[in-house]
């Protein structure tokens, strides 16, 4: 999950900090993480039949620490597979199944241990666990809930966008490349130690012609990409993030397909031109395109739509005026389908609710809460079930 090494990269973008600098604040989390590491301690009773919520109770212990020192907390869950991120995902899974296999074969020989830890390494966030935990957090007071239309990356990148929270906490570093302003890693629970990253000072990662005033952001997310991301899952082979940034260093051309092809004179590595395909070429700007464009949801307009607006389409003669709205919106979102494509407004509310798409009315609750946490009071809906 994330970035490999892209934490030691940014070093200088971060600092040491502690839990209860968010006190009274409106925080997101990426409860992804917390569950992942809640479930290695029981995925083995789960892959055994055997009956335990212990994932539930370790996340429970996070939230609370946060609700103890008067936070407002938006869990973010993850929603439908990305088509961008199907190759991965398909790989992921397949190595689960495959250790999951090992350890029935272990578990039929009699070797329980060794079948639990297997068990463990196997480790998956099911719908049911998925489910269960919404359900126990759902009428929590100054927890609210949002299920992403699909990573939920994207979606705490946009809450934090659109100023909804103060800070994001997680332990993937992919939300550095969605551009995410401030994220809390390596959250301790005993002592509330942090690492904490805060894009403003990403600049002082770099030198020369990538630092300082220089800094380009878009250049940044493209030696991520360029070193391996999850949308293009080995990046350029044998090019790390330091040889990435000493490409970008060298060049002010921002046209993908002339500037990629630069890459083997330019790093003066001939046998880098094998790997800089069209087909490479077109990953990579669809990976660019994901991280920019993803599907998200909006609380306050409560729709779905991508994390930063589709570019305009180049104008066409003949195209009725009147419909040219519809019809660019149409033809960007389609363009984009690997990214997401959002659903309808009713649909999208469900979704993000973490309902399933059946008869049910929802209903905004007026604001409840005042001062900081005023601006938060999209998020609060409740469900009447019909």
């Not at 946060?66 to 990305?82: S, T, W």
């Not at 890693?185 to 600049?203: H, I, M, P, R």
């Not at 490409?247 to 800089?276: A, C, M």
Request: overall charge positive; aromatic content about 8%.
């Amino acid at each position: 999950m994330g970035i490999t090494g892209l934490l030691p990269f940014v070093k200088n973008a971060c600092r040491k900090g502690n839990i209860l600098e968010l006190r009274g604040k409106s925080v997101a989390v990426d409860v992804s993480c917390l569950l992942h590491r809640g479930l290695t301690g029981c995925m083995d009773k789960i892959h055994m039949g055997e009956q335990t919520q212990s994932y539930v109770s370790y996340v429970e212990k996070y939230i609370k620490e946060l609700l103890a020192v008067g936070c407002h907390v938006v869990m973010v869950f993850d929603g439908r597979p990305l088509p961008a991120k199907k190759n991965t995902n398909d790989e992921r899974r397949e190595i689960r199944e495959k250790r999951k296999e090992h350890a029935e074969l272990l578990l039929a020989k009699g070797l329980e241990r060794e079948a639990r830890d297997t068990f463990r390494m196997a480790t998956s966030i099911s719908a049911d666990i998925v489910e269960n935990t919404i359900r126990h957090f759902r009428t929590q007071k100054c927890v609210d809930i949002v299920v992403a239309p699909y990573e939920a990356d994207a979606e705490l990148a946009y809450l934090m966008q659109s100023k909804l929270v103060d800070a994001v906490i997680t332990e993937d570093s992919d939300l550095i490349v969605f551009g995410c302003e401030k994220i809390y890693f390596k959250w301790q629970s005993a002592t509330g130690e942090c690492d904490v990253y805060e894009k403003c000072n990403l600049k002082r990662c770099f030198t020369g012609e990538l630092g300082g005033e220089k800094f380009d952001f878009m250049k940044f997310r493209r030696i991520c990409i360029l070193a391996g991301c999850d949308y293009l899952p080995n990046g350029l082979p044998g090019v790390g993030l330091n040889t990435a940034a000493k490409f970008f260093s060298l060049t002010s051309i921002t046209d993908l397909r002339t500037l990629l092809r630069k890459v083997p004179s330019y790093l003066k590595n001939s046998k880098l031109k094998v790997h800089v395909t069209d087909e490479f070429i077109k990953h990579f700007e669809r990976a660019e395109n994901t991280f920019k464009h993803q599907v998200v949801f909006d609380p306050r307009e409560r729709c779905q739509k991508p994390l930063t607006p589709y570019p305009e389409i180049q104008s066409l003669a003949g195209i009725d005026i009147e419909a040219s709205s519809s019809l660019e919106s149409t033809s960007s979102s389609s363009q984009f389908s690997y990214a997401g494509v959002a659903a309808t407004q009713r649909i999208s509310i469900r979704l993000a609710l973490g309902n399933p798409v059946g008869s049910f009315m929802f209903i905004v609750d007026p604001p409840r809460r005042s001062n900081t946490l005023q601006r938060i009071q999209y998020f609060v809906i409740y469900i009447l079930i019909s």
